[in-house]
């Protein structure tokens, strides 16, 4: 697939560029200057949370993925069970 493009940033001069990136992280000490223009807030000037947040989001869609193949697998063999298979 195609690249994804994160902007960083604190959310007050660089606003349309938060807006304008596939995904806006705004390191900011205030919600009110950077929840406009960021996908992402993060509370706090701590740079290290940038990577944690990209890791949680990875986990998060590998977590998605290994559900939706055991809601597959538990309805291909739940219906035909249910629609009376195994019945003579």
Known sequence: GGRSVVMV???????P?????????????SVAAAGE???VVLLG???GQVADTLEL???????IKQ???W???YNAIGL?????????
């Open 45 to 47: 000037k701590r740079l």
């Open 17 to 29: 560029a938060l807006a304008a990136a596939d995904v806006g992280i705004a390191v900011s000490e």
């Open 57 to 63: 989001g990875r986990a998060t869609l590998a977590k």
């Open 67 to 69: 559900n939706l193949m």
């Open 37 to 39: 223009a960021a996908s």
């Open 80 to 88: 035909p069970l249910a629609a009376g298979v195994l019945l003579p």
């Open 9 to 15: 940033g604190d959310g007050v001069n660089d606003s």
């Open 71 to 73: 809601a597959l697998a």
